[in-house]
């Protein structure tokens, strides 16, 4: 007897059809005391990609889920806000101090917009994974809320989401007719000058049914000269055929996003809305189509086709203080005179300059601006078969995937005024004789390209009414190619119209003095095959124990081979103290030092079930992955300068638990979280701002990393609680809480740099002067509450109030440990910024992600339909 196709399928917004585990117990001759376990425990399914529909009893990790309606009530503008509210084993680093612009850590993997977060985490939205072409990165912002039907959170190296999947994936699939036949409106206003205009309206007619969403977003910001703009547009048509389904959706966002990063821990503690440098701009330009269609081939087996374009045109401006004014050279190039003289680089004495001289304030340059432009295209077709028995659900496909990449970047000198923003004056040009303050200087002219085909197969096979075995591999092949035309390392006081006049525009190696550009090539190969098995069983109605054990892989993007450590630059002797290294991310690259891919091996057990007559719903985790060639992003010391490197060996593993209830008019969750995310190999890094760096002759400002240090950024305690009441059927009000214990600033690897003592402690030559360590190396924990209130006016009309931070508690998400050279000192002239000039009196700080203060905001709700 062949199993009858729900229709449940015809609700999701999928390409393949699979039948659930419900129909299938239906369709064997059994005793039915089993279905209703199978059918009452899970009234929802997991849906990881489109036309996959497997029920959460089958699932042998620990899913977690959370619909449109539940996203909206959150009052959430972001997707890492409102999973940072309700998840367990997430963390949110605000290193670019913008709301759309956070780092999300799921057990210690990373999905980020920056491009200097390695990735570890994959996205889909609507099956077709988004994490852009350069970096992997996931850019929050692109993602409307308002159309998301449900999102799930899937933890492991399942090779079924394909390369990237380290630590987990995040499936989004939105909105249809069919699913949401209503009209919504939303509207927010609030603190930060926040306005938020929320609209969604979808219906169907027969075999036709459309939708259409949109966001409009803006707010002036908590901190200084940092507005945001986001524009929103989803549509999406869908038709229905007796054997046939077919999905063509369109997503356009023009986001405007300033987030304007970290700021020393004492500058915070004067003035935590302060910046430290602005202004940081990023503007992000989207168009994403996407298309499906679905043929069943019988009742029970189904092939499916998926394509999709999408194209992202970014822009950055992003204003940051000079780094090469400490070197004493540029103070040589300036054809000014400075009767106080200029400020020594650490003892780099020469005749113009001294130690102790305070310089000349407001002459030289101390602003730069880094220009970048990226034009990224990614394509990709899909095709799926599925065949589903009595005791099997069978997936097989195969994928290809393109991507290409156009990078530009340059680079021109400026000024910083009282409020720390960065300003042009080519007028100077004369006066200083330096080419930079009126022209941009190109740094970096980049083109790459990625190719990945595959091959899956997946399995769940019902081995018996209560046992769920999963199995599967995907075999992979990508192709990495970059052409690269990057400056050589020169610093902007050596640009003149004489220079630009005796060098043609052409390629060299370093010693080439004739050469303008060092240029490359890279052409890599990564070849994977991943298995994954799992095993879901329920020994009781109310208690199911999962496990599972995967293999995943990551291959190198383009920026990490481009921006790869290559220790062939690094000068022997130690002149170069640490800071031509590396990449002004995005900014500027090297050469192509080759990368392997990172292999990953996860582990999961875990116990979930009901208690209290299914009153409470409870689950407990246990898992570890192990990464092979990890490659993390190291800090240099100043800002956002590093590179990438091969680590060797890193692990995480850790311990989750989640309540979650319904007691009469009260709802409580709570959910903890514990994590070790650690080192495990031997390594030396380098950063110029970490007390415990050897700076004797031959060394580089490096340390030593152990197996059993802690990798930055991830908290090793994490709480969760809410609580909600209803006061009566039309008002409900309630509190939240995010938690977390202390972190590791990165460029303290090492996670032994401390205050106390200077960078040149020891140097004969001048002895008691040089910058001092004032940055502890790490940010404490907090712990934040939140408020949120409803109230019902008609079936149609809802008033709702939101409060974050209740008791306006100071505190930081993110840490770095780098120069600050806006301090008070002994020696130096400041200028109506508080820029010091003369580098002695210059701080290795720590560099923090504030926290936003207490916040209320109202709003309305409407929605009419059914």
Not at 235 to 243: A, M, T
Request: hydrophobic letters at 35%.
């Amino acid at each position: 007897m062949k199993p009858s196709r729900p229709q449940t399928f015809r609700l999701t917004p999928v390409a393949l059809a699979l039948l659930s585990a419900s129909a299938v117990v239906c369709a064997q001759e059994e005793p039915v005391k089993e279905l209703p376990t199978v059918e009452i425990r899970a009234p929802r399914m997991i849906t990881p990609l489109p036309g996959v529909v497997f029920d959460e009893q089958q699932s042998t990790s620990n899913v977690q889920s959370l619909t449109g309606d539940e996203l909206q009530q959150s009052g959430a503008v972001s997707l890492t806000e409102a999973m940072n509210l309700q998840f367990q084993s997430i963390n949110v680093n605000d290193y670019a101090g913008n709301p759309f612009q956070q780092d999300l850590n799921f057990r210690g993997f990373a999905a980020s917009p920056l491009i200097g977060t390695p990735q570890g985490l994959s996205v889909y939205l609507d099956g077709v994974r988004i994490n852009e072409a350069f970096g992997d990165v996931v850019n929050w912002d692109l993602i409307p809320n308002i159309a998301i039907l449900r999102m799930d959170l899937l933890p492991g190296s399942n090779p079924m989401f394909g390369h990237n999947t380290l630590g987990g994936a995040i499936s989004v699939n939105t909105k249809s007719g069919f699913t949401s036949p209503k009209v919504e409106f939303s509207a927010l206003g609030g603190a930060f000058g926040r306005r938020q205009y929320q609209l969604a309206a979808g219906g169907n007619s027969g075999p036709l049914a459309g939708f259409f969403a949109l966001n409009k977003f803006d707010e002036d910001g908590w901190r200084t000269n940092s507005p945001t703009s986001v524009r929103q547009y989803f549509g999406r048509v869908d038709i229905r055929g007796r054997s046939t389904e077919a999905t063509l959706s369109l997503l356009k966002a023009e986001n405007i996003l300033v987030g304007n990063g970290l700021i020393p821990e004492e500058q915070w503690r004067e003035s935590p809305n302060s910046v430290f440098t602005s202004p940081d701009e990023n503007v992000n330009d989207l168009n994403h189509l996407t298309g499906r269609i679905r043929f069943d081939v019988s009742d029970s087996s189904s092939i499916a086709l998926q394509m999709y374009r999408r194209d992202l045109k970014q822009k950055g401006t992003g204003g940051d203080v000079w780094d090469d004014f400490d070197q004493g050279a540029s103070a040589n190039r300036l054809g000014v005179s400075c009767p106080d003289g200029f400020g020594s680089p650490n003892g780099a004495l020469d005749q113009n300059i001294g130690p102790t001289y305070p310089g000349c304030a407001g002459v030289a340059p101390n602003g730069l601006f880094n220009f970048s432009r990226s034009d990224q295209r990614s394509e990709g077709v899909a095709l799926q078969f599925t065949q589903i028995s009595e005791t099997h659900q069978i997936v097989v496909g195969s994928s290809f995937d393109w991507s290409d990449v156009d990078f530009r970047q340059s680079q021109r000198l400026g000024f910083i005024d009282s409020e720390r923003s960065v300003f042009l004056d080519p007028s100077r040009e004369a006066d200083l004789g330096l080419l930079a303050l009126s022209q941009d200087i190109t740094r970096n002219n980049l083109t790459g390209s990625s190719r990945t085909a595959a091959f899956f197969f997946s399995d769940t096979w019902t081995a018996a009414p209560n046992l769920f075995i999963t199995y599967g591999a995907r075999l992979s092949y990508s192709r990495v190619k970059n052409e690269l035309q990057s400056d050589k390392p020169i610093p902007l006081y050596q640009f003149t119209s004489n220079f630009f006049n005796s060098r043609e525009p052409v390629c060299g190696t370093l010693s080439d003095v004739g050469a303008r550009f060092l240029c490359s090539t890279g052409d890599y190969g990564y070849r994977s095959l991943n298995p994954s098995l799992g095993v879901s069983w329920l020994p009781a109605q109310d208690l199911n124990v999962y496990g599972n054990v995967s293999r995943g892989s990551r291959v190198p993007s383009v920026i990490e081979l481009g921006c790869a450590r290559d220790k062939t630059l690094e000068d022997p002797n130690g002149l170069n103290d640490g800071k031509n290294l590396g990449c002004t991310i995005p900014t500027s690259l090297t050469s192509d030092p080759f990368l392997p891919q990172v292999r990953s091996l996860t582990t999961e057990l875990g116990l979930r079930g009901t208690s209290l007559n299914g009153q409470l719903s409870w689950s407990a985790t246990a898992y570890r992955t192990e990464l092979t060639d990890d490659i993390l992003f190291v800090s240099l010391g100043q800002r956002n300068r590093g590179v990438f490197d091969t680590f060797g060996k890193t692990e995480r593993d850790g311990f989750e638990l989640n309540l979650k209830g319904k007691f009469g008019r009260h709802s409580l969750r709570a959910g903890y979280s514990r994590l070790n995310a650690t080192f495990e190999s031997s390594a030396t890094i380098v950063n110029q701002s970490n007390s415990s760096a050897d700076r004797t002759q031959g060394r580089v400002n490096d340390f030593e990393i152990n197996p059993g240090d802690v990798i930055p950024g991830l908290p090793k305690h994490s709480f969760r609680l809410g609580w909600n009441m209803d006061v009566t059927s039309n008002f409900t009000f309630g509190f939240s809480m995010v938690a977390q214990s202390f972190v590791f600033a990165r460029g303290n690897e090492n996670n032994e740099s401390e205050p106390g003592g200077t960078d040149l402690t020891g140097n004969s030559q001048i002895p008691g002067l040089g910058k001092r360590y004032v940055g502890k190396g790490r940010t404490s924990g907090f712990a934040v509450f939140n408020f949120n209130a409803n109230y019902r006016v008609d079936k149609n009309i809802s008033l709702f109030c939101k409060v974050d931070n209740i008791f306006d508690r100071r505190y930081t998400t993110a840490g770095d440990l780098a120069v600050n050279p806006f301090t008070s000192g002994s020696f130096g002239a400041r200028d109506s910024s508080g820029f010091n000039y003369n580098s002695f009196d210059w701080t290795h700080s720590l560099f923090v992600g504030p926290g936003a203060p207490r916040a209320v905001w109202f709003g309305l709700n409407y929605a009419f339909g059914s």
